[in-house]
């Protein structure tokens, strides 16, 4: 599938067209706040969204 990235203020998936997927986020003290999700309209309904979350969701199991 697609390799998932990090910055600092977001988890992405850049696709092939140069459109990303992403899920915003701040990190404040212990608590990751998950700010807004997008999927471009062409990947929507592929379950990309649900993988980002996942991938958040073990990097604030490691890391927080």
């Known amino acids: 599938m697609f390799e998932i990235k990090k910055s600092s203020r977001a988890f992405y998936i850049k696709f092939p067209d140069n459109t990303k997927a992403y899920l915003l986020f701040n990190i404040r ?36």
Do not use: C, D
Request: aromatic fraction near 8%.
């Open 29 to 64: 003290g212990n608590t990751m706040e998950l700010l807004e999700t997008y999927t471009p309209p062409k990947y929507r309904g592929k379950g990309i969204a649900s993988k980002i979350l996942e991938h958040a969701l073990m990097f604030v199991k490691k890391t927080i």
